[in-house]
């Protein structure tokens, strides 16, 4: 099945003071552009790619195929006989290309080289539709509805299968990935076959997938089971390697023997690993040397339960701590006491001064004085705080206290603090009487912990080695329940990843057996008769042509088991290409499961100085096979003097001159 026909390309440049362009036709079967070298041909040919947002295609760089007659300036001599130019800046610049798909659709497709060109508008019977190129976050052009590739696929008639890459995960073979088959350009694409297949996709076995689906492989869902599975498999290895490594991490830190009971592809699940101890040239299990530890710790304690002292010596301690603790905080409270008792005090003398006063005005009124006493106070009676001036009024009607009603007020503050003074004086002195008791019961502890210091002096020099060595075993016994406790994390780890290993082993195996949608044996073979029938009519005489053969592995020419193409001569070469890519369309003519962009693009395909005969033979079989359907573009720098020996009608031909510029 051909998916496209092109129909017309045009290539307009927009300047200030006039218009420049090209447009050229299409024609089913062959399309030879005739133009001179540095006029404009292989921009014309890369434009199709462009148009179709393929530009990738045409090498790495991944950027525009323009020069700067396009995206800047493009430059007339003004007078043939001097070297005088005049210049016109571009403004904007477009391509169109229309084409139309099997069911006879047409549409055009504009894109912007010197504008927008992250976009592509489709006009289809008056109405147009832009779509993006590229990616817009995390869905690509290849995937959103929006998406002009997405778009393209469905127009050509193509569900673009979803297909693994080297990390495990899916992505669409993208258009991209493709075209390559069907479009050679000049600086790269004739090194071999697929020349220009872009890698950064990092899709595995990019090349022979791309065969696959042109040749007609639909069910791609059965490999993405395979190669997720065989990702998942890898990493489940990794893990177990790492799992071992740990295991040996563990046993080189602590001096014990590691031994490997089980590996990841065993039948049975038994341990992953044992850790020996050893000593004097025997081994034991790390279960069993912690046991023998637990075993002569219990045998000494036992020995050592006659010394009770030490229980008691603790509780001592811990009860003079408590005691001490009291004692502290008894004294904390007295000094409080102290200082609340000298802030009344300081207090009381100022109320007494405070009362005498008063008394000396109300007597010296009583015995008939005319002028009063200056009685000035600067602390406030009730709080003793410092008294501020205030430029508040005094309310009308406000009486102030009489001389008695201050006295009496004074008095009630002096009995008032003399209660508070006293109720703080006989606690303080209760808790001198605590304290007195507390720092008695203090000493006798002290001598009771000195009595039993003394005891466990006594025991340890009877005992002393005894307690040592169960100390020792007792820090043996946490570090070798920590190892062993690492020990079956790493081993249940391990069991986890063993069981999970087998059930993708097994998945893998289904998966394997399930993956039959591969090329036919029709088409397999239907490809190499009409490789070996083109290389013959191209004169490929380098060796046996009946001993190439089509590789079922890669699907590309063989000779014992090698790839042809990197083991002939350059001029062979392009002829296996020249075979190989009309024989792809020639399928895509016969067979309605082979998927074929529809069109062949050959950029000056006289490589590497192809004879004049197999380059005839290439036109003569371009026109003949093809001139109903399928088309084959050729670009060419041949002279024009070999343009008439061609044998080729007018139809076929675009021809530009010797010093033509394309586009006028």
Not at 49 to 72: D, K, M, Q, V
Not at 107 to 126: F, H, M
Not at 194 to 215: D, G, H, M
Request: aromatic letters at 10%; proline letters at 2%; hydrophobic letters at 40%.
């Amino acid at each position: 099945m051909l998916g496209l026909k092109l129909l017309k390309l045009s290539i307009n440049v927009i300047t200030k003071d006039k218009n420049f362009s090209v447009s050229i036709p299409f024609n089913d079967g062959l399309n030879v552009i005739r133009a001179e070298n540095s006029s404009g041909k292989s921009t014309f040919v890369n434009s199709i790619a462009y148009a179709l947002g393929l530009e990738s295609i045409l090498g790495p760089g991944r950027r525009a195929p323009f020069p700067a007659a396009i995206t800047n300036a493009i430059f007339l001599n003004k007078n043939k006989n001097n070297n005088n130019e005049q210049g016109f800046f571009v403004v904007g610049s477009f391509i169109d290309l229309e084409v139309s798909n099997k069911n006879g659709d047409i549409v055009c497709l504009r894109r912007e080289v010197k504008g927008n060109p992250d976009k592509i508008t489709v006009v289809s019977n008056g109405e147009a539709q832009d779509f993006f190129l590229k990616s817009a976050g995390s869905v690509g052009s290849a995937i959103s509805e929006l998406g002009f590739h997405n778009w393209l696929a469905k127009f050509i008639g193509w569900n673009l299968p979803m297909v693994p890459r080297f990390d495990g995960s899916l992505a669409p073979l993208y258009l991209e990935c493709i075209f390559p088959l069907f479009f050679i350009e000049q600086k790269r694409g004739w090194s071999e076959i697929q020349a220009n297949a872009p890698l950064y996709y990092k899709i595995k076995n990019l090349k022979k997938t791309a065969l696959e689906f042109c040749l007609g492989v639909s069910d791609f869902s059965r490999r993405g089971d395979v190669e997720k599975y065989k990702v998942e498999i890898k990493q489940l290895e990794i893990q177990w390697e790492g799992i071992k490594s740990s295991f040996k991490t563990l046993g080189e830190l602590n001096g014990l023997l590691v031994n490997f009971d089980c590996d990841i592809d065993s039948d049975d699940y038994v341990r992953l690993g044992v850790l020996y101890h050893v000593s004097n040239g025997d081994r034991i299990t790390v279960g069993d040397y912690l046991s023998n530890l637990q075993r002569r710790i219990r045998k000494i304690d036992q020995d050592l339960q006659g010394w009770s002292f030490g229980h008691e010596l603790d509780a001592a301690i811990s009860e003079r701590q408590l005691i001490s603790e009291k004692i502290f905080a008894l004294s904390e409270k007295n000094n409080n006491i102290e200082a609340t008792s000298k802030k009344i005090n300081r207090k009381l003398v100022s109320l007494e001064n405070d009362l005498d006063r008063y008394k000396q005005l109300r007597r010296l009124i009583s015995v008939g004085a005319k002028n009063g006493i200056n009685f000035e106070t600067k602390n406030c009676p009730v709080c003793d705080t410092k008294l501020q001036e205030s430029f508040t009024p005094v309310e009308d009607g406000y009486e102030p206290m009489t001389i008695d009603q201050n006295i009496a007020y004074l008095e009630d503050q002096k009995k008032f603090y003399d209660a508070i003074n006293s109720r703080n004086n006989e606690e303080l002195r209760a808790g001198i009487v605590q304290g007195r008791s507390m720092q008695s019961e203090l000493e006798r502890v002290e001598v009771l912990i000195g009595s039993f210091k003394d005891e466990e002096r006594k025991y340890l020099d009877a005992f002393g080695n005894e307690i040592k060595e169960v100390a020792e075993l007792k820090f043996l016994e946490r570090e070798f329940q920590k190892i062993i406790s690492q020990r079956d994390k790493l081993n249940a780890s391990a069991e986890v990843a063993f069981k999970e290993h087998s059930l993708k082993v097994e998945s893998l195996e289904i998966a394997m057996k399930s993956d039959l949608g591969g090329v036919s044996k029709e088409i397999f073979d239907a490809l190499k008769s009409r490789l070996i029938a083109n290389l013959q009519d191209f004169s490929y005489k380098n060796m046996n042509i009946h001993a190439l053969d089509i590789s079922n592995q890669t699907f590309r020419p063989e000779l014992d088991g090698f790839d042809i193409v990197a083991d002939i001569s350059a001029s062979d070469s392009i002829r296996i290409i020249w075979a190989y890519t009309l024989a792809l369309m020639e399928l895509g003519v016969e067979f309605d499961a082979v998927k074929h962009g529809g069109f062949v693009i050959f950029d000056e395909p006289r490589q590497h100085e192809a004879s004049h005969e197999s380059f005839i033979a290439l036109l003569k079989k371009s026109k003949e096979k093809f001139s109903e359907k399928g088309q084959v573009i050729i670009a060419t720098s041949i002279p024009v003097a070999d343009m008439a020996v061609l044998g080729l009608d007018e139809s076929c031909l675009t021809v530009f001159n010797d010093g033509e510029y394309m586009i006028q």
